[in-house]
């Protein structure tokens, strides 16, 4: 605030950046459709009717950054965001269905669908440019000074980093406070018209992720645009987009301000960075930048394993799904990443003689409380990341109705999936990931024939395994002289105990210990 008084006593433009200078608004370029080429049929239904209810109401609407880039290239955007000039309230009150969310930037909701079927488009209102150095400064960061912050439109911390952008301004403005020239057009899909300030069309067909302004002063404003300009340069790495290099030169530098963004907004933005279906290019991108430690603990981890089979079996393997348009959830990914520590503490714990359900229990709380800690509540995350691991060893009884229990446990298909992929790197026998396989997707009576298939081969290896017999009365006999012994299970009747008895306190008056015989009725 004091800053604020002695600039307007200065003269100087709350628009003026830190060197004195006005910033560059660009200049307003329209392309047309003969132009850009964009596919309206690309264009999802929901964004259409979202931007034509804007319109209706007298607003300016767009959809908005990287759906324009995505469709500019000839892909299907997967996610459709709409900037428009009607605050969030005015936002709200068009749509039966949208909720206004956050308070660093707000932004609305506009939800279409319901269940697992819903698709929400988010609605920002343009924002004007503000100078940050004529921004309100409060000491701390986002939860510390979170009173203080209640009141405050646009505010920094003491290192630049803007904990409050709610001032709302024209789009030439708003364009200007984007961070990559790619991500800041507009486009208009009543006139196909898309708007261009800082010649974000000419760097789509170079092929070229360039930064708006000083990539050092943006990456100052907001420390986490260095995670994004990595996975953006991940996702469009395979189309050839490159890194300015003006825009890449200051990120190892600037990774230290990440230290001052709030532990669970890292966390977000590193399940981004390995969720979007460009995993392993993200990866490459990390250590080709020289930003392979650093960023985050828990990613450094991944980063350092990606490598190792196990972890690059699952790494691929959310990439095919992200791909394919299946859901992925950062619970599997996150527990095949820490799955060494988990099983390397239970194998230590079980030389230790500790029984194996609490040995696997410990180890894994041993894992949480190193390398997950609070970041996710010990919520959803973390359940589910433990039942994977718990459901490990289970997936080994496969008789008696232990199978029937564990195929219709809610996290099954997720811990089989972990399974199979410990089978496909040689953890386990494949043969076990193929019987639970084929026993998931039967009807109950297959399911009853392969139970009693495994049955009968453990009693099958159960008659055939030598007795471990040390000193018996009939110890020196020849194998064919003595007789077989008959079992309930060959339809004979089963040994008395009283005989049973005495055959183990002969050998132990001969000097010897006799095992006791296996019993292969069940």
């Not at 324009?68 to 428009?84: I, N």
């Not at 010649?199 to 645009?225: H, N, Q, S």
């Not at 039967?442 to 081969?457: F, G, H, I, K, T």
């Amino acid at each position: 605030m004091i800053k604020k008084i002695i600039n307007k006593l200065l003269g100087k433009s709350p628009a003026a950046n830190s060197r004195g200078q006005k910033p560059s608004f660009g200049k307003r370029e329209e392309i047309g459709a003969a132009v850009h080429g964009i596919d309206l049929e690309l264009v999802d239904e929901r964004a259409l009717n979202v931007v034509h209810t804007l319109q209706d109401a007298g607003y300016e609407a767009y959809i908005v950054g990287g759906a324009v880039r995505d469709l500019l290239v000839g892909l299907r955007p997967k996610d459709f965001d709409v900037a428009t000039d009607a605050t969030p309230e005015q936002v709200k009150g068009l749509f039966r269905r949208a909720f206004i969310i956050g308070r660093r930037f707000r932004i609305v909701h506009v939800v279409y669908g319901r269940g697992r079927e819903h698709e929400v488009i988010e609605v920002s209102t343009f924002r004007a440019y503000m100078d940050n150095a004529a921004a309100e400064q409060v000491a701390g960061n986002e939860r510390t000074s979170k009173s203080e912050l209640a009141g405050m439109k646009h505010a920094v911390d003491s290192s630049g980093r803007v904990l409050r952008d709610n001032v709302w301004g024209p789009q030439n403005e708003d364009a200007t406070r984007r961070d990559f020239t790619i991500n800041a057009m507009y486009y208009d899909p009543e006139t196909q018209t898309v708007v261009d300030y800082h010649g974000g069309f000419k760097d789509v067909k170079k092929r070229v992720l360039r930064m708006i302004g000083d990539p050092a002063t943006r990456y100052r404003e907001d420390p986490v645009r260095i995670i994004r300009a990595v996975r953006f340069a991940a996702k469009l790495s395979a189309l050839g987009f490159k890194l300015d290099a003006k825009t890449a030169a200051p990120l190892v530098k600037s990774h230290e301000l990440l230290a001052d963004v709030p532990q669970s907004r890292l966390f977000d933005e590193m399940l981004k960075l390995l969720q979007t279906g460009h995993a392993l290019a993200s990866i490459a991108q990390l250590k080709a930048l020289g930003l392979a430690r650093g960023i985050y603990p828990l990613l450094d981890v991944i980063v350092e394993r990606a490598e190792q089979p196990f972890v690059n079996a699952a790494l691929q393997d959310t990439d095919r799904r992200v791909g394919e348009g299946k859901p992925v959830a950062p619970s599997f990914l996150l527990a095949c990443a820490l799955w060494a520590d988990v099983r390397d503490g239970w194998a230590r714990r079980m030389a230790q003689r500790q029984h194996s359900h609490p040995a696997l229990q410990d180890a894994i709380d041993e894992v949480f409380d190193a390398r997950i800690g609070d970041v996710s509540g010990r919520g959803k995350l973390a359940a589910d990341m433990r039942e994977i691991w718990m459901m490990q060893p289970r997936f080994d009884k496969r008789v008696g109705s232990a199978p029937f229990g564990l195929v219709e446990q809610p996290r099954f298909r997720a811990g089989f999936d972990f399974m199979r992929l410990r089978a496909d790197v040689g953890e386990i026998d494949e043969l076990l990931a193929d019987w639970w396989q084929e026993f998931s997707t039967a009807d109950d009576n297959l399911r009853q024939d392969l139970v009693d298939q495994v049955r009968e081969e453990q009693q099958s290896r159960q008659r055939t395994r030598a007795p471990r017999v040390h000193t018996s009365p009939t110890a020196d006999k020849p194998a064919a002289d003595r007789p077989e012994p008959s079992t309930e299970a060959d339809g004979g009747e089963a040994p008395p105990k009283k005989r049973r008895r005495r055959r183990r306190s002969g050998g132990a008056k001969s000097g010897g210990e006799s095992a006791p015989t296996p019993d292969t009725g069940e």
